[in-house]
């Protein structure tokens, strides 16, 4: 039995992030567009892939929290925000539109899974 074709995306291809800010913190969480995707992201976004990142731009460490009822995960990235948003003198020291660094990971997933107009229904 041959195995399932897999290709390789960009995250923003089967997932949406959502981001936000506190202090020198930043905080990324993670939701595939079909849950069956959960455990693949579970598999491959790891906290160290995350942290090297970010980790040109001072990332001390990433903590990830999985969420699986709700098939997300959310990333909290320390001392990334180059103090803050009232401690920095770069035009966004919010953690807002960081979201799309992750987005631009790449990731390993079924072809089936990438094609927006059909669910990826059976488990991955």
């Known amino acids: 039995m041959s195995a399932e074709p897999m290709v390789e995306v960009l995250l923003h291809e089967v997932a949406h992030a959502r981001a936000g800010d506190k202090g020198n913190r930043l905080n990324i969480s993670l939701f595939p567009y079909d849950e069956a995707l959960y455990p693949l992201l579970v598999e491959q976004v790891t906290a160290e892939r995350v942290h090297g990142l970010f980790r040109h731009r001072g990332a001390t460490g990433v903590k990830r929290y999985e969420l699986p009822t709700i098939a997300g995960l959310n990333f909290v990235v320390d001392e990334v925000l180059?103090?803050?948003?009232?401690?920095?003198?770069?035009?966004?020291?919010?953690?807002?539109?960081?979201?799309?660094?992750?987005?631009?990971?790449?990731?390993?997933?079924?072809?089936?899974?990438?094609?927006?107009?059909?669910?990826?229904?059976?488990?991955?």
Do not use: I, M, W, Y
């Not at 992750?102 to 229904?121: F, K, M, N, Q, S």
């Open 82 to 124: 180059e103090g803050g948003v009232n401690g920095s003198l770069n035009l966004d020291g919010h953690g807002k539109t960081h979201s799309f660094r992750l987005l631009g990971l790449l990731v390993r997933v079924p072809a089936r899974c990438v094609r927006r107009d059909e669910a990826c229904l059976s488990t991955v």
